[in-house]
Nanobody
Framework: VQLQASGGGLVQTGGSLRLSCAAS????????MGWFRQAPGNEREFVAA????????YSVDSVKDRSYISRDNDKNTVYLQMNRLKPEDTAVYYC?????????????????????WGQGTLVTVSS
């Protein structure tokens, strides 16, 4: 299993970024996929997740009005579009493989439910 995140960078407050995560080595279309982030000195936190089909999504309150998670199962890729970025969004963003099959909303934010992680991509938002 490999997850390769990309798309991070330096952006000004109010700007946008689209993060991508290319997956390989497993049946991508069968799995929930998630995005997490970790700011310096903080624990890793859930950002958003998407069901295997893309029909269901869930985002943390702090980003849900400014972000959009999507996936392309033909390309084995999951995306996170982040808009109106704020300095507090500065973090390393990680994609991760969640459970296969059923979408259980109460479980998708739980870091323990994700078994493989990408290397992370750094997002820095300047004020």
């Amino acid at each position: 299993v490999q997850l390769q995140a990309s798309g991070g960078g330096l952006v000004q407050t109010g700007g946008s970024l689209r993060l991508s995560c290319a997956a390989s080595g497993f049946a991508f279309g069968n799995y929930i996929m998630g995005w997490f982030r970790q700011a310096p000195g903080n624990e890793r936190e859930f950002v958003a997740a998407i069901s295997w089909s893309g029909a269901s999504t869930y985002s943390v309150d702090s980003v849900k009005d400014r972000s959009y998670i999507s996936r392309d199962n033909d390309k084995n890729t999951v995306y996170l579009q982040m808009n109106r970025l704020k300095p507090e969004d500065t973090a390393v963003y990680y994609c991760a493989r969640g459970p296969a099959g059923a979408w259980i909303r109460s479980l998708v934010p739980l870091i323990a439910k994700y078994d493989f992680w990408g290397q992370g991509t750094l997002v820095t938002v300047s004020s």
